[in-house]
């Protein structure tokens, strides 16, 4: 198994500031670049996680972002968890929906970032916080994977 | 908690090519950053003759849908003041990913580049 | 010999038994078809091939773990019988056929086993048996499963080769480039049209950009999608984005199912399309010989 090499398998990170944001942008990138992602999924991935980061900064009042490498056997892929103990969100569908705003950006966060990942999942309740979960695997075929087995 | 990041400088420069403004937006953008960028551009349009502003952002990894809402919102408060906005370098991967993210941005005028944006400004230049 | 120790385990039997016919069951085995056509060469090479798994196979007896494929004991055989298998798939065989070669290991080295015990067929010598065949059965799983592996990996690796190959990008004219769609514009097909799209936009400095869908055979809403999504992100580097071919059919098709391709710049053809980039640029072509003396 591969591992990001130099790199713990997870990290968790303090979102509390816009400076935490970039932080987390950052780390993202470079699991991203050393798990195998292409630029493009890399960049889908840094863009995803700074749309989700910055949710948890604006609506949930700060939270933590954590960040997993997988590898099922067959291809490996990055998890992005973002937890805040703020007011939940009351109505799911409709914050999922394009366009629709509280925090005076454009209404693309949760349903854009949805789009730039494979599998995503929102946790929430009134009141209770918000746990968004979003996963990507590597699509494009490793140049060298070690054989089978 | 605030390490301090690699290519990040406390403010964007903002320079005046005769009567076109040219702002180079490289590595991470803080939020606040942005924000005293869209404050910047249009007090120096307001305080001089000037037409256009080329946004270049060759140098941008990554543009979210905030930095989208910032730029959008530079060429809309540019346009009320009689300039005109051209985005230009855009990187193929940030051009996917916005495509994806639902994000287009209509009412940008674009450019392969920093060139093509100044030639774009001086041939519709009124 | 075995049957005197009535206290052995089967598994543990069968191991020692593994160990001590090692020469001869490589030199039977050698000759199955398997290890004969990898090693067509050198029968030696086939031998010490033959030998690394009988090894293998004793000490995962040993282990008592004859049913497990996922037992570390396999490894060396995932990584020999594996690689042979991949050469015989290469070469056209079927996993099932691959499968059916490694079970004609079987009957020698249960031949060989019969032959340790004076009476066959007493209850230990059975359960030895049968603990050989178990271990025989889980040795073919093992080396089926590798050699999906190997097939799977080798079909993903040529689609995605069909997909690079199928997307050129051409450059019509200075600051004109195409591409050619042919065949269904699936998302996996389109991701790879847009990036090659938007890379060729940039080395060719294009301010137009030409997507010809003539090959396409379907546009539904799905594939109308697609082409908008590289149109708007071509928009976003700064070119314009024209799709041509559109035949009679299928804009039949997009007015039926009320697609919507919102500000999407079309022409018939790839010509007209082309005529419309030329002029944009003042780009104007006309005829050699118009007003002009024959060389």
């Given at each position: 198994m591969m591992r990001p090499s130099g790199q713990a398998p997870a990290t968790s990170l303090p979102i509390g500031s816009d400076a935490d944001l970039a932080w987390v942008r950052q780390q993202v990138r470079q699991y991203a670049a050393q798990l195998g992602f292409g630029l493009v999924q890399q960049t889908k991935l840094v863009t995803a996680a700074s749309e989700l980061a910055r949710n948890t900064l604006v609506h949930g009042g700060g939270g933590q972002a954590e960040i997993t490498a997988l590898d099922d056997g067959r291809s490996r892929g990055l998890r992005m968890r973002f937890t805040d103990q703020g007011p939940g969100i009351r109505d799911l569908e409709l914050a999922m929906t394009d366009g629709y705003t509280t925090g005076g950006g454009l209404g693309l966060g949760l349903s854009g970032a949805k789009r730039l990942v494979h599998e995503f999942h929102v946790d929430t309740e009134p009141g209770r916080g918000t746990t968004v979960t979003a996963v990507a695997w590597v699509t494009q075929v490793p140049s060298s994977r070690p054989g089978a087995g | 908690?605030?390490?301090?990041?690699?290519?990040?400088?406390?403010?964007?420069?903002?320079?005046a090519l005769g009567d076109v403004l040219l702002v180079s937006l490289q590595g991470e953008l803080h939020d606040g950053m942005a924000e005293q960028l869209q404050h910047d551009i249009s007090s120096r349009i307001s305080a001089s003759e000037v037409t256009g502003v080329v946004i270049d952002i060759s140098g941008v990894d990554i543009v979210d849908s905030f930095l989208g809402r910032v730029l959008a919102e530079i060429a809309s408060t540019a346009a009320l003041l009689a300039a005109r906005t051209v985005l230009a370098g855009m990187r193929p991967a940030v051009a996917i990913t916005?495509?994806?993210?639902?994000?287009?941005?209509?009412?940008?005028?674009?450019?392969?580049?920093?060139?093509?944006?100044?030639?774009?400004?001086?041939q519709g230049g009124t | 010999m075995p049957e005197q120790d009535v206290a052995e385990s089967a598994p543990q039997v069968v191991s020692a038994f593994l160990e001590q016919r090692r020469e001869q069951i490589a030199q039977r085995w050698a000759d199955a078809p398997l290890f004969r056509w990898v090693f067509t060469v050198s029968r030696d090479e086939a031998v010490e091939a033959c030998k690394l798994v009988v090894d293998a196979l004793s000490e995962v007896a040993v282990s008592g773990r004859l049913e497990d494929v996922a037992t570390a004991g396999f490894a060396p055989v995932r990584d020999q019988l594996g690689r042979m298998a991949q050469t015989r798939a290469r070469?056209?065989?079927?996993?099932a056929q691959i499968a059916g070669e490694v079970a004609g290991l079987r009957g020698p080295v249960i031949e060989l086993l019969r032959a340790e015990f004076t009476d066959p067929d007493t209850p230990h010598a059975q359960e030895c048996v049968l603990a050989l065949t178990l271990l025989m059965g889980t040795l073919r799983l093992v080396v089926m499963e590798t050699a999906l592996d190997a097939n799977a990996d080798l079909i993903e690796r040529q689609r995605q080769q069909l997909l690079e190959v199928a997307t050129p990008v051409i450059k019509l004219w200075e600051g004109t480039v195409a591409v050619p769609l042919i065949g269904t514009l699936d998302s996996a097909r389109s991701q790879i049209v847009m990036e090659s799209l938007l890379e060729a936009i940039v080395d060719q400095r294009a301010r137009y950009a030409i997507l010809d869908i003539t090959g396409v055979p379907t546009v539904d809403s799905l594939v109308a999608q697609h082409l908008m999504k590289t149109v708007a992100a071509a928009r976003l580097m700064g070119a314009e984005c024209i799709v041509s071919g559109i035949r009679p059919a299928i804009a039949q098709t997009i007015v039926q199912l009320g697609i919507d391709l919102g500000s999407v710049l079309t022409r018939a053809s790839l010509a007209d399309a082309l005529a419309y980039a030329l002029s944009r640029q003042g780009i104007e072509v006309s005829r050699a010989d118009a007003g002009a003396s024959a060389r």
């Open positions: - | 908690m605030s390490q301090p990041l690699p290519g990040q400088s406390a403010q964007v420069p903002v320079l916005l495509v994806e993210l639902g994000l287009t941005l209509p009412g940008l005028v674009t450019a392969l580049d920093v060139d093509r944006a100044l030639e774009l400004l001086s | 070469a056209g065989s079927t996993p």
